[in-house]
């Protein structure tokens, strides 16, 4: 492959090197072109371009009369022909000149329009109607196609007289039954009347007979009549009880109002039924938690008299601790009274001090005055008296150093033991009690937590809560101040006072949330289950202070002990209270369970009734009520309005059968006689008459006949004179004879490029130089790259040339275009390896399937109107399928279609590639034979 690009490469390189060369490539791929863009444009639209076409027109036509009228058929066609541009149209006067011009081919053809022309037109008229006549010549030896247009002409005109002709006949026939349809369409309301009057009459024959059947029932009932009037008369004896029950209808009317309002509330009642069962069903599972609750109140008295018993110990300590303490403020008095000493006598030092001072300035001294240092200074002075006498300055500093160490000298453990164990005792017993009221807290919330209790126990529990959180406060409140550390109590303690906080809140609205009182009871567990003595012991024992800390410790351990005091206190009142409120409802409990289930047994045996009363009752007042009031509200209005003008009209009736009912007697008799003998023959006559109005409206004579009468006349008299129209749809319409064209022509431009380039460029290797170099093979495959690169370039001039230069029509162009490429591609493969293989004769061959593929490819005719031969060799032609492929791109593609003509082209190129690749060496030595034969005859190139 890489010596035949090399070779592809060196052929291109010496066209550029050489100019005269390089020119002749490019008329390669140029020329082909010109044929296709000559070709196309001297065909571009014949069909619409025939004006130029000359036709002469001789009338001789004399006109005819006809009723009166005198017409001239031959005159108005030529005021027609004067306005068609279709032809060009020449008038001529004489018939000679006319024959003489077609015949010289002046004109392409002539018509001839007799003298008897109209004459013949109208004859229709006539007893004996004959056919006009108008008389053609054409020239056929001018042209081959303008016969046929000129023809084509001439019949549209006999078409347009007979069309025409048809038109006016058949428009003097309907005027005539358009006329005769007016007059019966204005006579048809006064038909319709007579039908309806006939249509209602037969309508009221059942009444008659009703009527008869009844006249003569009274009729003979006469009697009967007589005895009905007198008891019509007797009803005039009720007219008070009437009077005094429409009084009392219009009383109840007035309370409508109110029983519309007690049903309201009967429906009311009704649409809460389903809360009232609720509660019932919820009664009846309190009902069956009577046992825990008592368990559960049996337990909270337990709980309060375990949590009294731990506050009664509690108190019991507490004299105890506050002895303690006061023993050991003792002991911090005591070593009170010793730094006062010692402050003292340092204010006794600082004195004579100052007045040594004095004297010294003065001469003189004192010597009356003597400082006693207390005993617990000896061993500080004693060393000082064995030494020279210190000045008054160093004596004062030295017992000022002894009073802070007196004051500063930290307190024995003995000493402070007492305080300790005091406030040890008292920090014990508080413990005590917070844990025992978080446990007894814990259990109340616990069964809580399971059992919702009512209402009043819910306050009850939220008090105790509440008090629970201020007894919480207050130990928070006292070991927040002490010196101890105790954080760890104080945080779980304000934990809990936050969970019951929200417990509290709940319970004081009525209801506990589970996830609330789990959370409290999880507080409560974590302060029940620390170990509080160890803390505050622990923080005890830390305690190690000099006496001034000792006497704060002792102070803040007897405000703890009072305030312990104070809680312990109020903690037995609230456990007093609760245990007491406790103790009267479980006194109570056994006979409210007892009255609550009688009650609840009772409302639970009785409500199934009371639920079906009020639910009918319910019913009734919304589906029967409404109506039942307004029957009462209307006849309430009837009585009050309308009553007395009953009663009236019954007077005056009663009134007048007494005076005219004799004489109606005699009236019903004579009218029953006539519907026994003369009614039974009037509604058979009608029944009759209705049967037959109706058999003509069932098949709509009338209206046929009206419609049949008249008519539109110019429309009708164009139906008649054109029938049938053609409904004409145009797939993959093409606007131009050029452009429906363009697929052949370009497809023998690419062909005819082909050729030429076989001619002018040569498929040997004249490159002396070159021989032994390439193999015939690689010299075959090659120089084909060359001549097909000069064969895209044709294909793609010829298409754009068609596009921008003839302005042709494409439906898809760029497919148009690559379709093109391809065609080149084929017909260069094909056309080359002709000649490469057999020379002058592989082009004499091209030129054959040239001329064949014209004939035979479809290109001009369809091939269905050429000879058998050219259809036989139509499948086997390259054309066929490059023509068919590049109309598929100017109409519109059908893919399969597509599909199949690139197959049977791509065959086409790879068998002949394929030939010319595999017999190159085999055909070579003919060839040159044959090129020698041809040049020793010196005529031959």
């Known amino acids: 492959m890489k010596k035949v690009f090399s070779l592809f490469i060196k052929d291109v390189q010496h066209a550029l090197k050489t100019p005269m060369v390089l020119i002749v490539i490019l008329g390669l791929c140029i020329l082909p072109s010109f044929y296709a863009w000559f070709n196309l444009k001297s065909s571009w639209d014949p069909y619409s371009n025939t004006k130029g076409i000359k036709v002469a027109v001789v009338n001789f036509d004399e006109g005819a009369t006809v009723q009166g009228k005198h017409v001239n058929v031959g005159k108005s066609l030529v005021s027609e022909l004067k306005t068609n541009d279709q032809f060009g149209w020449v008038f001529v006067d004489s018939l000679k000149e006319a024959k003489q011009g077609v015949r010289l081919g002046k004109y392409y053809a002539m018509i001839h329009i007799p003298e008897h022309f109209s004459e013949d037109m109208t004859s229709i008229f006539d007893k004996k109607p004959r056919r006009a006549h108008i008389d053609y010549q054409v020239n056929q030896k001018i042209n081959a196609i303008a016969p046929k247009m000129t023809t084509a002409g001439a019949t549209a005109i006999t078409k347009t007289l007979n069309d025409k002709f048809v038109e006016v006949a058949t428009q003097a026939f309907l005027k005539e039954s358009n006329s005769l349809g007016i007059d019966l369409e204005k006579k048809l309301p006064l038909y319709h009347k007579i039908e309806n009057a006939v249509f209602e009459a037969e309508a009221a024959i059942p009444k008659m007979e009703e009527f008869s059947a009844a006249v003569q029932k009274i009729d003979a009932h006469q009697g009967d009549i007589n005895r009905y009037a007198e008891e019509f008369y007797a009803l005039e004896s009720y007219k008070d009880e009437i009077n005094s029950g429409a009084a009392k209808l219009i009383k109840a009317n007035q309370h409508a109002g109110e029983i519309n309002e007690a049903g309201q509330m009967i429906v009311g009642l009704n649409s809460k039924m389903s809360n009232i069962e609720a509660a019932l069903n919820k009664a009846q599972q309190f009902e069956e938690r009577f046992p825990e609750i008592n368990a559960a109140v049996a337990k909270g008295i337990d709980a309060t008299n375990k949590a009294s018993a731990v506050l009664a110990t509690a108190q019991s300590r507490m004299p105890e601790v506050h002895a303690r303490l006061n023993q050991a403020q003792d002991v911090t008095d005591k070593a009170d009274t010793k730094v006062e000493s010692a402050e003292e006598k340092v204010s006794s030092e600082d004195k004579v001090t100052t007045e040594g001072e004095a004297s010294e300035g003065d001469g003189t001294t004192s010597s009356e005055e003597k400082v006693t240092i207390p005993a617990t200074t000896e061993a500080a002075t004693t060393e000082t008296a064995s030494t020279e006498a210190p000045s008054a300055e160093a004596k004062q500093t030295a017992t000022m150093q002894t009073v802070a160490e007196v004051k500063n000298e930290p307190l024995t453990k003995t000493d402070l033991e007492p305080a300790k164990q005091a406030l040890g005792e008292a920090l014990q017993a508080l413990a005590d009690l917070v844990k025992d009221n978080a446990a007894a807290q814990k259990d109340t919330l616990s069964t809580l937590k399971d059992h919702q209790p009512s209402s009043d126990n819910m306050k009850v529990i939220a008090q105790n809560i509440g008090q629970t959180i201020q007894l919480q406060n207050e130990i928070i409140d006292v070991l927040s101040r002490s010196s ?49 003595q160890s803390i505050l012991l622990q923080g005890l024992e830390t305690i190690d202070a000099g006496l001034d800390t000792a006497a704060l410790m002792l102070a803040d351990a007897e405000e703890f002990a009072n305030k312990v005091d104070g809680i312990l206190t109020e903690a037995q009142q609230v456990t007093s209270a609760a245990n007491e409120r406790l103790v009267a409802i479980n006194n109570e409990l056994p006979a409210l369970e007892e009255r609550f289930k009688e009650v609840n047994a009772n409302v639970q045996s009785n409500f199934p009734a009371f639920k079906a009363r009020v639910a009918e009752a319910s019913q009734f007042v919304q589906n029967d009520l409404p109506g039942v009031l307004n029957d009462l509200n209307r006849i309430s209005r009837f009585a009050q309005n309308d009553l007395p003008g009953v009663m009236s009209k019954y007077d005056q009736t009663a009134d007048l059968l007494r005076n005219n009912l004799p004489g109606a007697e005699k009236g019903i008799h004579d009218l029953a006689e006539f519907t026994r003998n003369d009614l039974p023959g009037i509604e058979r006559d009608i029944k009759q008459a209705a049967d037959k109005f109706r058999e003509l409206d069932e098949k709509d004579v009338m209206n046929k006949l009206i419609k049949l009468l008249r008519n539109d006349l110019q429309g009708e008299a164009d139906y008649f004179s054109d029938p049938i129209q053609l409904d004409e749809k145009q797939m993959f319409p093409i606007p131009n004879y050029g452009s429906a064209s363009a697929p052949f022509y370009t497809a023998l431009a690419l062909w005819v490029g082909a050729l030429l380039s076989s001619n002018l460029l040569t498929t040997e290797l004249k490159d002396q130089s070159l021989k032994g170099v390439y193999s015939l093979r690689e010299l075959f495959a090659g120089r084909l790259l060359l001549f097909l690169s000069i064969g895209i370039i044709q294909s793609i001039i010829v298409v754009l040339g068609n596009f921008f230069i003839l302005d042709a029509y494409a439906k898809h162009p760029v497919m148009n275009l690559l379709f093109a490429v391809l065609v080149s591609i084929v017909f260069t493969s094909i056309v080359y390896t002709m000649v490469s293989l057999l020379g002058n004769v592989g082009k004499a061959l091209a030129i054959i399937l040239m001329v064949l593929q014209i004939s035979g490819g479809g290109g001009t005719f369809p091939v269905q109107v050429t000879p058998h031969f050219f259809q036989m060799i139509h499948p086997f032609l390259p054309f066929t399928y490059a023509v068919d492929l590049l109309r598929e791109a100017v109409g519109g593609i059908v893919p399969e279609l597509v599909q199949k003509n690139i197959s049977r082209l791509l065959i086409f190129c790879l068998g002949i590639l394929g030939l010319g690749y595999g017999f190159k060496p085999k055909f070579e030595p003919i060839k040159n034979r044959m090129i020698k034969t041809s040049q020793e005859s010196t005529i031959v190139e």
């Open 484 to 532: 101890i550390d105790t954080s760890q109590i104080v945080n779980a303690l304000k934990e809990s006072n936050d969970t019951l906080a929200v417990v509290q809140k709940q319970l004081e609205n009525g209801k506990a949330d589970a996830a609330s009182i789990s959370r409290a009871v999880e507080a409560l567990s974590v302060i029940q289950n620390m170990d509080m």
